[in-house]
């Protein structure tokens, strides 16, 4: 109790020094807080929306069509495998899909892209590909055969709304199939994988030109949340085994998102050293000067008795009372910043298109997980506790005739 | 038994450019209960001989004997604990701790030492009431007269019961009357209470005070060796 007076009434004898580091900590560690969960908000919305896209939360194929995607490698026991995934409390919604390597093409030229038959009512349940269509319209599901393609695609193609296109692909028999669609809806999703390389056509359609009949290559399934995703897998483990199918995650099929993520969690955490280091130099600096005015006293209380040790705590606490006023500072200003806005969103003019390259609307809300709040408080005290035994040292090692006598 | 035995005790100052000489063969002992003071020019090594004696300085050569230990060759800890329970530093310009109240300056040995509080409190109250200065307990050294600030730092000298009671210069800062009163209250002590008191002074008047007076020159003790 008397100590933590004693650190305080020192602290308080130049109040605009204390004030000052004491602001340098809380903005310090603010700020750091603020970006890091800015940046964690930008993954968070990344990993959704990635997931909302196009890939849902887990993708169910049979086994290996990942890698081959050979129209022959339909999803087995379809009606049961459906019937079971429905069940599952934790999904909310499934859609069904063909999928194939495709060759789209005009009489000029022709583009290889991936193919994708789409449940017209269950495919809108599970991913947003319906509100990405910006020009034209969705598929209709009417006997004209209608195809969507993406906006960089069509450029390339040189094609428009209500042109034809042919589709050409190897059918599940080997043989060499062949239609003409007509363009109804052109995509523009910001995702090069859609804009480029992807079109899609109602699912019955892709079936008959794969000749598939009602098999189908492909369930997306969107679950409650992305924490679910480890436990669905767990649940279907004995519905569908490894050896005939095989169950994707998203960041399974989109790994860049979750690399990108701990990337610029790596610089984070470098950064939260450097800034860390230059705050407790800066609080180092602050209890030297303070320790260097008040050499005499310090002498004095060595006279009466004080030991090294004792000096040492002293000081040490002094370190500990600043950093801890900083840091409450921090916190509470970190909070208020994350809470402001993540009402507003923090709207990135000028960055918009560099965002939609990455899955990413240009309104950041960032999200503060509290184990980052502790891992830079941590960090901090850490830091700044060793550095600040400097001072301490120093100060326990003066002897105290000099110290006395020093004018 | 003698309290304090020094015994060929040199002291040389060597950060200086050139080594100063402070202390030269010194061989001095203090007995229990002794009023003693150390006089001689300035430079002729009072303060440092007396430094020494309290256990807050290291001779270069010889050796110093509180009750028998040899502290000569102590580490710094070792003589900030025997400070802590044996030794009470009066100063000369006072030197109370600016940020602690008249109290807790009182009382920071006792908290040095991890006394409770209501102890801490009952002994400061008590001393300071027998040095006239109970009323200004919850002051802080700014608010008092010097007079006052030289009692604050004679009741944190003693309030620990120390063998050894050490004033340099103690009165060389208070007026006349003042520095009198303040030497007849510690001979009070020193005849009730048997306190061994130390001090270094230029004043004669203090000097006649003294049951034995040491006279230094040159860092050698020149007359009053007992
Ligand atoms: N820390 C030091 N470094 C170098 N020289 C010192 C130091 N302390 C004292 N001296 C020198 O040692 C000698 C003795 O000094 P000391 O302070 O003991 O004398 P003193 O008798 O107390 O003098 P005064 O009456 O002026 O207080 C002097 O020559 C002084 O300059
Ligand atoms: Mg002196």
């Known amino acids: 109790m008397f100590l933590l007076k004693f650190a305080l009434l020192n602290l308080t004898r130049n109040k605009r020094r204390s004030a000052i580091t004491v602001l340098a900590v809380g903005i310090g560690l603010a700020a750091l807080i603020f970006l890091w969960a800015f940046m964690d ?63 789209i093409g005009t009489t000029a ?23 990405q269509v910006k020009e034209g319209e969705f598929l209709s599901g009417g006997e004209g055969k209608e195809i969507l393609i993406g906006h960089v695609l069509a450029e390339k193609l040189e094609v428009g709304l209500g042109d034809k296109v042919v589709l050409m692909t ?37 079936q008959e030109l794969l000749g598939i009949d009602s098999d189908i290559h492909e369930i ?40 990108w993520a701990s990337y610029s969690n790596a610089i984070i955490q470098t950064m939260l050293i450097a800034v860390m280091a230059v705050i407790a130099v800066g609080v180092m600096n602050t209890i030297l000067m303070s320790i260097f005015e008040r050499t005499k006293e310090i002498g004095v ?13 002293m000081i040490f606490f002094e370190t500990l009372v600043l950093e801890f006023i900083g840091i409450i500072l921090g916190i509470g200003l970190a909070y208020l910043l994350v809470f402001h806005f993540q009402r507003v969103g923090i709207l990135m003019t000028g960055f918009e298109d560099a965002f939609a390259e990455s899955f990413m609307s240009p309104v950041v809300h960032p999200h503060l997980a509290f184990h980052r709040v502790l891992t830079s408080v941590k960090t901090l005290v850490l830091i700044t506790s060793f550095i600040s035994l400097y001072p301490a040292w120093r100060a326990a090692k003066m002897e105290p005739v000099k110290a006395i006598y020093h004018s | 038994m003698a309290l304090v035995k020094i015994e060929g005790v040199s002291k040389v100052f060597k950060e200086a450019s050139l080594p100063v000489q402070a202390l030269t063969s010194i061989h001095v002992e203090i007995q229990k209960g002794e009023f003693t003071a150390f006089c001689g020019p300035s430079g002729s090594g009072k303060t440092t001989l007396l430094n020494l004696i309290g256990c807050l300085d290291r001779p270069s050569e010889g050796k110093v004997h509180l009750e028998n230990e040899e502290v000569s060759s102590l580490a710094q800890g070792k003589l900030a604990t025997i400070r802590r329970r044996k030794i009470g530093f009066i100063f000369q310009d006072f030197n109370l701790i600016p940020t602690l109240t008249v109290r807790e300056n009182i009382e920071y040995v006792l908290w040095l030492q991890g006394e409770t509080e209501s102890l801490r409190r009952q002994k400061s109250k008590a001393l300071a009431e027998r040095f006239g200065i109970g009323k200004l307990l919850s002051r802080r050294p700014a608010q008092i007269s010097r007079g006052q600030q030289q009692r604050v730092a004679c009741a944190r000298a003693i ?14 800062n208070l007026d006349h009357k003042t520095g009198a009163e303040l030497m007849d209250f510690i001979k009070k002590l020193n005849r009730e209470e048997g306190l061994t008191f130390l001090y270094a002074t230029h004043d004669p008047i203090m000097m006649e005070r003294a049951s034995r007076v040491v006279r230094m020159q040159d860092g050698r003790i020149i007359d009053g060796k007992g």
């Open chain 1, 301 to 313: 209380m060595m006279a009466l008795g004080t030991g090294p040790r004792q000096v040492v705590s």
């Open chain 1, 220 to 259: 997306a399934v969107r679950l409650r949340s992305r924490a679910e995703i480890e436990g669905f897998k767990k649940d279907m483990q004995t519905v569908l085994p490894s050896d005939s199918y095989e169950m994707l995650a998203w960041n399974e099929i989109v790994p860049e998102v979750d690399q």
């Open chain 1, 109 to 131: 030229q022709s583009k290889g892209i991936v193919l994708t038959g789409i449940d017209l009512d269950a495919e809108p349940l599970v991913t947003d590909i319906k509100k």
């Open chain 1, 170 to 206: 190897q059918a599940m028999d080997g043989t060499l199939a062949g239609f003409a669609y007509r363009v109804k809806g052109v995509i523009h999703s910001g995702a090069l994988p859609l804009d480029e390389y992807s079109a899609f056509i109602s699912l019955a359609s892709s």
């Open chain 2, 159 to 172: 309030i620990h019961k120390p063998l050894l009671i050490i004033g340099d210069e103690l009165t060389a």
């Open chain 1, 41 to 103: 908000g930008s993954h968070e919305e990344q990993r959704e929306n990635v997931t909302r896209l196009f890939t849902g939360h887990v993708q169910i194929h049979a086994a290996g069509f990942a890698k081959k995607m050979s129209a022959e490698l339909v999803i087995p026991n379809r009606p049961e495998v459906l019937e079971k995934i429905k069940s599952n409390p934790r999904v909310v919604s499934l859609a069904p899909r063909s999928k194939c390597e495709a060759l």
